[in-house]
């Protein structure tokens, strides 16, 4: 009905309802997956490497179920099976991928007793909300030592505290996923960082180099602590979509469906037919334009879009900051992006959303010189906002647009005329 009204994605209520009437309705859910549930976790990336992942295993011929609109709390985890299920709630999936909010993955490790749980990456992420990096990844440690001996951990070999939390792990089999390409370590370690110190002994880390954050190859001086070595050799492997975090997304779906037993041949096939989800590098046509939609909500997901941004030809760019629940309500993290290589490039700036005049002030302290060669304009109104944008994008260029999570609903449905939630 949510549907059928053009109400949403009902990808929330539904579980919300039912686990009401049945409180260990995840438990019961996940126990009829065939051959186990995959749990994809962190900050950045989830939506995308779930995504990849479950592509590669529907090119094997897997049946998969997937929470593909990104709800990943409990209600939207019950959702997604739900959904697979029949009208008895009889599930007949092959496997089950499922994007967990890292706040709540040590909850629903006891019912649903995964197979694979895929650690992407640990930033920090809605200030208001969540607590500082070591202690989620010290709760995630805790819950995952209880797991059982045959449950994979894929983990990013590039983060030191992921990375440190999977050699902790006696009892489950780990492998680890990163990049092996100096060519691509930053000139600097970026300015919006938070893990440089050994999660070991407290000292900090040597970095050979960083790809982006804190992640890189790095050691610890003191106690030698070090990065593990991937499982694949990332050179050797194309890329879906673009930006260097996407790199990391290819590898880290590409390494968990390796420990699943998938051949290397079929996951290679899948790479160059992968259509991105929403909001996360997708390209629309609008008006005979093209839309590059950047998901940029925390700061070292925006650096990373930005320097997508910065590294092509295009010199249009729309920023659209909002402070709605599922952003956080804490924008203060906008003073820790690299505003200033857009500022410096030039070009044409239009911001929009909630906070617009927040977002707004930030790039007018990020020129260096009071004759910075770039065109700031405000607009309130998101539509009018996307309306200038496009106006101001030649035909031979894209408008990248950078927004947070509920910014990007909103602007797809501007766009679009689809609502997603």
Not at 26 to 46: D, E, P, R, Y
Not at 236 to 262: C, H, R, V
């Amino acid at each position: 009905m949510v549907r059928s009204l053009r109400l949403g994605a009902a990808s929330v209520l539904p579980g919300s309802l039912a686990r009401r009437i049945e409180p260990r309705l995840l438990q019961l859910l996940s126990q009829q997956v065939k051959n186990g549930i995959i749990l994809v976790a962190g900050t950045n990336g989830k939506t995308t490497t779930s995504l990849f992942l479950r592509e590669i295993l529907e090119r094997q011929g897997y049946c998969v179920a997937h929470n593909a609109t990104g709800a990943n709390l409990e209600n939207g985890l019950m959702t997604a099976l739900m959904e697979s299920s029949n009208l008895v709630g009889k599930l007949d999936v092959d496997y089950a991928i499922l994007e967990v909010d890292e706040n709540i993955l040590p909850r629903v490790l006891a019912p649903i007793q995964p197979k694979l749980i895929l650690c992407l990456n640990l930033f920090r992420d809605q200030l208001d909300r969540y607590g500082e990096v070591d202690t989620i990844s010290k709760r995630w440690a805790r819950a995952i030592a209880t797991l059982p001996p045959e449950t994979i951990i894929v983990a990013n070999a590039d983060d030191p505290t992921i990375c440190h939390l999977g050699q902790q792990l006696s009892q489950q089999r780990v492998s680890f996923f990163g990049l092996n390409e100096p060519e691509h370590y930053l000139e600097a370690i970026p300015h919006a960082v938070d893990s440089i110190y050994c999660p070991k002994c407290g000292h900090a880390l040597n970095y050979k180099g960083v790809y982006l954050s804190h992640m890189g190859e790095y050691t610890c001086p003191s106690c030698g602590f070090t990065r593990s070595e991937p499982t694949l050799n990332s050179a050797t492997w194309p890329q879906i979509l673009i930006g260097l975090y996407n790199k990391y997304n290819t590898l880290a779906a590409a390494t968990a469906a390796i420990e699943l037993g998938i051949n290397e041949a079929t996951i290679r096939e899948t790479i160059p037919n992968f259509q991105p989800a929403f909001g996360r590098a997708e390209e629309l046509k609008i008006n005979g334009k093209q839309v590059r939609i950047l998901l940029s909500k925390n700061p070292v997901g925006t650096n990373e879009t930005i320097r997508v941004v910065t590294q092509s030809s295009d010199k249009t760019t729309l920023l659209v900051l909002n402070d709605r629940i599922q952003d956080g309500e804490d924008v203060s993290w906008i003073w820790d992006v690299d505003t200033e290589k857009l500022v410096e490039r030039g070009g044409t700036l239009v911001v929009s959303g909630d906070r617009v005049y927040d977002m707004a002030l930030r790039l007018h302290y990020s020129q260096k010189t009071a004759e910075s060669n770039f065109n700031l304009i405000v607009e309130e109104d998101l539509r009018q906002a996307l309306a200038i944008a496009l106006e101001h994008t030649p035909d031979n260029e894209t408008l990248h647009i950078l927004p947070t999570y509920t910014a990007m609903l909103d602007v797809r449905e501007a766009l679009t005329g689809k609502k997603i939630r």
